[in-house]
């Protein structure tokens, strides 16, 4: 059977270093490129230990996480949470938010921005 075209696999996505992250790899499941969504983002990023997203917000785009595996310390606006599998966090618009790995392993999380965030240097406040 032929892979219709709204199902994207992984691995058949092009990893990236997003701006404004260190020691991530991330990966556009869904969005303008790969399915045509224009009003949600789809994403899988991979992370070290001890790395993540340096503080910055992003202008009128909501913005979703969920922790696959591995933990990570969360802040928003200067407020801190821990992530532990199969826990979500929400970063509301135009606030500034942090996300660093914490466990050994690197630390996998699917990403959902609304309206998609594309790496537009337009859509980050740092």
């Not at 983002?41 to 001890?50: M, P, Q, R, Y």
Request: hydrophobic share 30%; charged share 25%.
């Amino acid at each position: 059977m032929n892979k219709p075209a709204w199902i994207v696999r992984e691995q058949d996505v092009e990893g990236y270093s997003p701006a404004n992250h260190r020691g991530t790899v991330n990966r556009r499941l869904i969005g303008p490129d790969t399915v045509g969504a224009r009003q949600v983002e789809v994403l899988v990023g991979t992370i070290e230990k001890n790395q993540g997203a340096l503080p910055h917000a992003h202008p009128n785009i909501e913005q979703v996480c969920y922790l696959l595996s591995g933990s990570a310390i969360v802040e928003v606006e200067g407020e801190r949470g821990e992530l532990r599998p199969g826990d979500c966090c929400y970063f509301p618009p135009d606030k500034k938010h942090i996300f660093t790995v914490t466990s050994d392993e690197p630390a996998r999380v699917l990403v959902i921005y609304t309206p998609p965030y594309e790496e537009n240097p337009d859509r980050v406040m740092r």
